[in-house]
C-alpha cells in the first residue's frame, strides 16, 4: 500500500513543484506590475473571470471544440479520398494521375483493386453525407451560441 503512494510522490514532486514555481512568478509578476495588468492579470482576476463568464466561456468552447472536430472529419476524409482519384481519372484519360512511384506505394498500402471503385464512391458519398450532417448540427446548435450580426 505504502510503496504505491510513494512511487506516485515520486513521479509527480517536480511537475508540481515547476507548476507552483510558474504560479508563484505569474503572480509576483502581476503583483508588482511588472508587466501592464492588461498583458498579465492578477491570477485572482482570471479566476474571477473565470466564475462570472462560466456560461460565455463554455459556450465559446463548444464553438472551437465543434470547429475542431469538423475540421479534423473533413480532413481526414479529403486526405484519405485524394489518392483515390487516381481511378476515376485513369478510367477517363487512360493515364495516371498521380507519379509512378506515388501511384504504386499507394497501391501497395491499400491492395488496390480497379473492381472496388463502386464501393470506394459509396464510401465517399457516405463520407460526405456524415459531413453535410455535422456541419447542419453544427449550423443548428450555434444559432443559440453565437450572436447574428446585423
Known amino acids: 500500500m505504502r510503496a504505491p503512494l510513494l512511487r506516485a510522490v515520486e513521479s509527480t514532486w ?33 479566476l474571477g473571470v473565470l466564475t462570472d463568464q462560466w456560461s460565455y466561456l463554455m459556450r465559446q468552447t463548444w464553438v472551437t471544440f465543434y470547429e475542431t472536430v469538423l475540421g479534423f472529419v473533413l480532413a481526414a476524409a479529403l486526405g484519405a479520398a485524394t489518392p483515390d482519384l487516381d481511378k476515376p481519372f485513369a478510367e477517363i484519360t487512360g493515364r495516371l494521375l498521380w507519379p509512378r512511384p506515388v501511384d ?14 463502386r464501393q470506394e464512391l459509396a464510401t465517399l458519398a457516405a463520407a460526405a453525407l456524415i459531413a453535410a450532417a455535422l456541419v447542419r448540427i453544427g449550423r443548428r446548435s450555434l444559432r443559440d451560441v453565437v450572436p447574428r450580426r446585423r
Not at 497501391?107 to 488496390?112: F, L, S, Y
Open 14 to 46: 517536480r511537475p508540481a513543484l515547476l507548476l507552483a514555481a510558474v504560479f508563484g512568478v505569474w503572480w509576483l509578476v502581476a503583483d508588482r506590475e511588472l508587466v501592464a495588468s492588461y498583458l498579465v492579470p492578477r491570477p485572482s482576476q482570471v
Open 104 to 117: 504504386q506505394f499507394h497501391r501497395t498500402i491499400q491492395h488496390e483493386a480497379q473492381r472496388r471503385m
